[in-house]
């Protein structure tokens, strides 16, 4: 089965701190990873997705197969990160073949003026 | 740009009572998802649709069923609700081209069953 856990539910970072959002996940296959963000009275959107190797809004998201993780990095917080941040894993396959994205839990991110 | 709806931001019903969610996208997108979300528990998948009348149970479908009779709609439907569907419910969208696993959400519909 695969899972994907976000150790963290709350992290509190002061601005122009390094932030890093921990992702873990358990899968067979050769997975597919994504980052994404939901402030404050928005809705959830994508952030970024390992495959296209690209740093969004300062975050970066390095998949470690060896250590089966995917923490999002920024080496500068500023206080619009606030938000709800969740990683979630591609290549769950359904009973009639359809892939689906299984989310982990979520984190928090507070930065602290 | 993707544009997904939800019927209400917020509603009240009563335990026992028939709830419709309507969500409704203008993308021309294949598959919809309905997803509720719980603080601590994150997004949790209840049902998904991958064409028009075609439908499939996500992780938690138990006490929800689902409507699709039309490409752009879908609708979740709780039977008769109970305080423990009490929460945040979230429609999705998503191409079903290979390459593109972006899920585009709508605002949400915040569910109080009393």
């Known amino acids: 089965a695969q899972r994907v856990t976000q150790p963290e539910k709350l992290l509190s970072v002061f601005k122009g701190a390094p932030v890093e959002l921990k992702c873990n996940y358990s899968y067979s296959g050769s997975p597919e990873l994504f980052w994404y963000v939901q402030y404050s009275r928005q809705r959830l959107q994508l952030l970024l997705r390992h495959i296209s190797r690209e740093s969004i809004k300062g975050f970066t998201a390095d998949l470690n197969k060896g250590e089966t993780s995917f923490h999002l990095k920024k080496p500068f917080a500023q206080e619009e990160d606030s938000a709800m941040y969740y990683c979630?894993?591609?290549?769950?396959?359904?009973?009639?073949?359809?892939?689906?994205?299984?989310f982990g839990t979520g984190t928090r991110l507070t930065i602290i003026p | 740009d993707v544009k997904v709806t939800q019927s209400s931001r917020y509603l009240v019903k009563r335990t026992g009572e028939k709830v419709f969610l309507e969500c409704v996208q203008d993308m021309d997108h294949e598959n919809m998802f309905w997803y509720r979300q719980d603080p601590g528990l994150g997004l949790r998948l209840i049902y998904f649709?991958?064409?028009?009348?075609?439908?499939e149970k996500g992780d938690i479908p138990e006490g929800y069923s689902v409507s699709r009779e039309k490409k752009e709609r879908f609708s979740l439907i709780l039977e008769s609700a109970s305080t423990n569907q009490t929460s945040m419910y979230l429609c999705a969208t998503q191409y079903a081209g290979t390459g593109d696993y972006e899920q585009y959400f709508g605002p949400g519909t915040r569910l109080t069953v009393t």
């Open positions: 979630a894993l591609r290549g769950s396959i359904s009973n009639f073949g359809n892939e689906k994205l299984t």
């Open positions: 649709s991958y064409d028009v009348k075609m439908k």
